[in-house]
């Protein structure tokens, strides 16, 4: 009886020992390619895990991949050629759907580039992706569903029929594996992107901060753009009738190294929650309809460039940038832009008091000394103390604009040192008169060397 007994109990443990190998077996697996749909049903009925999951170019079907929960690197490429938005010599085949309610964690990357066929992929469960999320020329992709994707090393979208990103919320950038930052080279007919960039997020503070970078060529049907993040290197938007406000409610203090913006934009503001905006350059280039009026909404700023906005006409800073610590103040060929004083309906501009500046120059814009009142009270009080231009003053008027400028008050700053570097300055009358004086002392530098030379 005894032996029996023993004999059944070995039994047992032996068939727990064989089910729970098997079951083991089951959930770990290696290097798996998906060619059709029974090659993901045999997979996903075996497998919990996987080492690699890579699908062919030549799978044609949709395919289901319930079951399986983390994988190391998910991989596809075809080699067709295929240009922005085009088909190139690129296959043709049937629309396709990957699906997978069940995985959770990708631990080094998602790569897709060029995958023929693919119209969607649902990922709904997906909270993190410790590398990049690429998918690059998905030329038939309409419908990306990352609801839950809340962690990720670095995204980039380029999809030019995208129709529909089901996500909700970006909270962490782990730039693990990946460069850091958010690229949409193109989400199609997508209207909104807030998701990704609205809420305040954490980043690996050992890798440098992340950027994002966005153009309305490749986003035509999105109309403003919520940046949140508190930390950034550089935010780049290409715009055409967008809106743009930095802080999404949920964030109270953001620093960027760079901001620039390049073409058309409707609105720059800064939201009410955020208690500190600090900015090391800001840049408005190239605008050729709007803005017609720039709020500079920062608590601190080092460089401000404004190039080229043909309809831009007032500039507005906050009386926190008598504390700015000011290095470069560029403002180049605004045609529409009139600096013809400090405070008046539409126009605001405080100067700087206490923070020299390494560059200063204005041309092409319409300029009077009334723009330049508190800068030169600045010098003319008791104290005589104000800001100095220590490498470079250059003012030019536009050439025939309204405005008088007399350049004598700054020729007298100069004498007194404030100048010490390069200085140019060129006087105007009103009424579109002829310029009547140059104030450069580089070029009174050349004449007095062109007279040496001669006797010489």
Same mark, same amino acid.
């Given at each position: 009886?005894?032996?029996?007994?023993?004999?059944?109990?070995?039994?047992?443990?032996?068939?727990?020992?064989?089910?729970?190998?098997?079951?083991?077996?089951?959930?770990?697996?290696?290097?798996?390619?998906?060619?059709?749909?029974?090659?993901?049903? &045999?997979?996903?009925?075996?497998?919990?895990?996987?080492?690699?999951?890579?699908?062919?170019?030549?799978?044609? &079907?949709?395919?289901?991949?319930?079951?399986?929960?983390?994988?190391?690197?998910?991989?596809?490429?075809?080699?067709?050629?295929?240009?922005?938005?085009?088909?190139?010599?690129?296959?043709?085949?049937?629309?396709?759907?990957?699906?997978?309610?069940?995985?959770?964690?990708?631990?080094?990357?998602?790569?897709?580039?060029?995958?023929?066929?693919?119209?969607?992929?649902?990922?709904?469960?997906?909270?993190?992706?410790?590398?990049?999320?690429?998918?690059?020329?998905? @030329?038939?992709?309409?419908?990306?569903?990352?609801?839950?994707?809340?962690?990720?090393?670095?995204?980039?979208?380029?999809?030019?029929?995208?129709?529909?990103?089901? @996500? &909700?919320?970006?909270?962490?950038?782990?730039?693990?594996?990946?460069?850091?930052?958010?690229?949409?080279?193109? /989400?199609?007919? /997508?209207?909104?992107?807030?998701?990704? !960039?609205?809420?305040?997020?954490?980043?690996?503070?050992?890798?440098?901060?992340?950027?994002?970078?966005?153009?309305?060529?490749?986003?035509?049907? /999105?109309?403003? /753009?919520?940046?949140?993040?508190?930390?950034?290197?550089?935010?780049?938007?290409?715009?055409?009738?967008?809106?743009?406000?930095?802080?999404?409610?949920?964030?109270?203090?953001?620093?960027?190294?760079?901001?620039?913006?390049?073409?058309?934009?409707?609105? !720059?503001?800064?939201?009410?929650?955020?208690?500190?905006?600090?900015?090391?350059?800001?840049?408005?280039?190239?605008?050729?309809?709007?803005?017609?009026?720039?709020?500079?909404?920062?608590?601190?700023?080092?460089?401000?460039?404004?190039?080229?906005? &043909?309809?831009?006409?007032?500039?507005?800073?906050?009386?926190?940038?008598?504390?700015?610590?000011?290095?470069?103040?560029?403002?180049?060929?605004?045609?529409?832009?009139?600096?013809?004083?400090?405070?008046?309906?539409?126009?605001?501009?405080?100067?700087?008091?206490?923070?020299?500046?390494?560059?200063?120059?204005?041309?092409?814009?319409?300029?009077?000394?009334?723009?330049?009142?508190?800068?030169?009270?600045? @010098?003319?009080?008791?104290?005589?103390?104000?800001?100095?231009?220590?490498?470079? !003053?250059?003012?030019?008027?536009?050439?025939?604009?309204?405005?008088? !400028?007399?350049?004598?008050?700054?020729?007298?700053?100069?004498?007194?040192?404030?100048?010490?570097? @390069?200085?140019?300055?060129?006087?105007?009358?009103?009424?579109?008169?002829?310029?009547?004086?140059?104030?450069?002392?580089?070029?009174?530098?050349?004449?007095?060397?062109?007279?040496?030379?001669?006797?010489?």
């Amino acid at each position: 009886m005894l032996f029996k007994s023993a004999t059944i109990l070995r039994s047992v443990a032996a068939l727990l020992l064989l089910i729970a190998t098997g079951v083991a077996q089951a959930a770990q697996c290696g290097n798996v390619t998906i060619s059709s749909a029974s090659d993901a049903d &045999e997979v996903r009925k075996q497998c919990t895990a996987l080492e690699s999951l890579r699908f062919s170019n030549n799978l044609t &079907e949709s395919v289901n991949l319930d079951g399986i929960e983390t994988v190391g690197f998910v991989y596809q490429h075809d080699d067709c050629w295929g240009g922005d938005g085009e088909q190139g010599d690129c296959r043709t085949v049937p629309p396709f759907s990957i699906s997978s309610s069940t995985l959770t964690n990708i631990t080094r990357g998602l790569e897709f580039g060029r995958f023929v066929g693919l119209r969607e992929l649902s990922l709904p469960n997906l909270a993190s992706v410790e590398g990049d999320f690429r998918m690059g020329r998905m @030329h038939q992709l309409e419908v990306i569903d990352i609801t839950k994707l809340v962690r990720v090393g670095s995204l980039m979208i380029e999809a030019y029929k995208l129709k529909t990103i089901r @996500h &909700e919320r970006l909270d962490e950038l782990t730039s693990t594996f990946g460069v850091g930052g958010v690229s949409l080279w193109d /989400v199609g007919s /997508v209207d909104s992107v807030d998701s990704f !960039f609205k809420n305040p997020i954490r980043s690996n503070e050992t890798d440098l901060p992340p950027t994002i970078s966005l153009r309305s060529a490749t986003m035509p049907k /999105v109309r403003a /753009v919520t940046i949140g993040w508190s930390r950034l290197a550089s935010l780049s938007i290409i715009g055409d009738d967008v809106s743009v406000t930095l802080g999404g409610g949920s964030t109270d203090s953001i620093e960027i190294d760079e901001i620039k913006l390049m073409g058309n934009f409707s609105a !720059f503001r800064r939201h009410p929650s955020v208690k500190n905006l600090t900015v090391g350059s800001f840049k408005l280039e190239a605008s050729k309809t709007m803005p017609t009026e720039i709020d500079l909404p920062f608590d601190q700023v080092s460089n401000i460039s404004l190039y080229n906005n &043909e309809k831009l006409q007032t500039i507005n800073s906050t009386p926190k940038a008598v504390g700015w610590n000011l290095s470069q103040l560029s403002i180049y060929y605004n045609p529409s832009l009139s600096l013809d004083s400090e405070n008046r309906p539409g126009l605001q501009w405080y100067w700087p008091r206490d923070h020299d500046l390494w560059w200063l120059a204005i041309s092409d814009t319409n300029i009077s000394n009334a723009f330049f009142t508190s800068f030169l009270g600045y @010098h003319a009080a008791s104290d005589g103390r104000g800001p100095k231009v220590l490498g470079s !003053f250059d003012v030019e008027p536009r050439y025939k604009q309204p405005l008088p !400028f007399n350049c004598t008050p700054f020729s007298d700053l100069k004498a007194r040192g404030v100048f010490p570097g @390069h200085f140019r300055c060129l006087d105007q009358k009103a009424n579109g008169a002829a310029l009547t004086t140059i104030h450069s002392y580089l070029a009174m530098a050349t004449m007095l060397l062109t007279a040496l030379l001669a006797l010489i």
